[in-house]
């Protein structure tokens, strides 16, 4: 697998779009499993809920067209999916903050098959640093200030909110380039650093509104 590269290819590709590809590939991903050689759109978009001409729309960035009657062919589709999303490639990435969510995401075997793999985290608590964590070695954080050209440019951001900005800074004044913000901080980075923000409670907060308001 080539490392150290962050995957370019797919920034002219609208968001949602690029959201719901991973989607499509984990049910992908079930139906091989189940044995499925072909699956059409409409079962796609039916499994989904999303409109089959959305599907169609979303799956023809890969460069994969469905067969008349049949659909797609799950194996190629897969295939193409994982390329085009990138993540057949491996990205390094450090992490910063190894409490409690970041330790989830050490122990998260997951990352590795989406194309990110944790090479390194770093914390200022001395009852951390220094111990190993799902495999990976805890650094003090000046540790990574010391360490000129390492070439990694991703990095995962998990230290308490009141941290959040000075720590991006420093992120950023040490060569990272891509910052997966967990913290509920909107961090404020010069415009070239891609910024993603990422929140579990964004979506509960949906959840309890559907649940809600839904007809008893
Ligand atoms: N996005 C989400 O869905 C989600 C979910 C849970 C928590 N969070 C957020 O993630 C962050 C971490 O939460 P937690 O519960 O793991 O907190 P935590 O207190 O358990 O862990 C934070 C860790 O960061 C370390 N730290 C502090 N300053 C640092 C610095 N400058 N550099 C490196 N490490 C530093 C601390 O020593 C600690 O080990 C918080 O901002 C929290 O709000 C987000």
């Known amino acids: 697998m080539e490392t150290g590269s962050i995957k370019k290819k797919n920034y002219a590709v609208p968001e949602p779009a690029l959201r719901r590809m991973p989607c499509y590939l984990a049910y992908l991903k079930l139906e091989h499993r189940k044995g499925s050689q072909y699956v059409s759109s409409t079962l796609i978009a039916r499994d989904n809920g999303v409109d089959p001409t959305q599907v169609t729309k979303d799956l023809s960035y ?3 067209t469905g067969k ?23 990205d390094e990435a450090y992490l910063f903050g190894a409490g ?9 075997h997951g990352l590795v098959q989406y194309g990110l793999k944790i090479s390194t985290a770093f914390d200022v608590d001395p009852n951390v ?26 990095g995962i951001l998990t230290v308490p909110a009141q941290n959040a900005q000075e720590a991006a800074q420093m ?4 060569g990272i380039q891509a910052i997966w ?22 979506h509960l907060a949906v959840m309890f509104n559907r649940l809600n308001s839904s007809p008893e």
Not at 69 to 76: A, D, I, M, N
Not at 171 to 174: C, H, I, Q
Not at 181 to 202: C, D, G, K
């Open 68 to 90: 008349t009657r049949v659909g797609y062919e799950v194996e190629p589709l897969i295939d193409a999916l994982e390329d085009f999303l990138g993540f057949r490639e491996m």
């Open 129 to 154: 640093t220094g111990k190993e964590i799902g495999g990976v070695h805890i650094h003090h954080i000046d540790e990574f200030i010391q360490r000129k050209d390492h070439g990694v440019r991703i």
């Open 171 to 174: 992120m950023v004044e040490n």
């Open 100 to 108: 409690s969510l970041g330790t989830a995401l050490l122990h998260d």
């Open 181 to 202: 913000n967990f913290t509920p901080v909107r961090i404020a980075v010069p415009e070239h650093i891609v910024v993603q923000n990422t929140s579990l409670y964004a």
């Open 62 to 64: 890969t460069g994969i």
